[in-house]
């Protein structure tokens, strides 16, 4: 299972970083991606990490402010999120994944960011 935290309420401008720790499969050898999903609209994957940290991919919206980050020694991912702008208010949830022969994919159970000055 995934299990999230970090979430909560910031001014415009402000920094948060979500923590999602891995428990019960072998996080090591899975990509892991961060989506966002604000009332009204549909998930979004925000940014990406290579199952060994190495490569990061992030949507355009959030490209130079967020930046995902993989330990897998402590089977833990992070995305730390700067320069916070109102728009950036969603849950952000963490997905863990891999393909055996079918998608294998943990989810968290998410986590509130809400950006208000």
């Known amino acids: 299972q995934l299990v999230e935290s970090g979430g909560g309420l910031v001014q415009p401008g402000g920094s948060l970083r979500l923590s999602c720790a891995a428990s019960?499969?072998?996080?090591?050898?899975?990509?892991m991606g961060w989506y966002r999903q604000a009332p009204g609209k549909e998930r979004e994957l925000v940014a990406s990490?290579?199952?060994?940290?190495?490569?990061?991919s992030y949507a355009d919206s959030v490209k130079g402010r967020f930046t995902a980050s993989k330990d897998n020694a402590k089977k833990t991912g992070y995305l730390a999120m700067n320069s916070l702008e109102l728009e950036d208010t969603a849950v952000y949830y963490c997905?863990?994944?891999?393909?055996?022969?079918?998608?294998?994919?943990?989810w968290g159970q998410g986590t509130q960011v809400t950006v208000s000055s």
């Open positions: 997905n863990a994944r891999r393909y055996d022969g079918r998608w294998i994919d943990y």
């Open positions: 990490i290579s199952s060994n940290g190495g490569v990061t």
């Open positions: 019960g499969f072998a996080f090591s050898n899975f990509v």
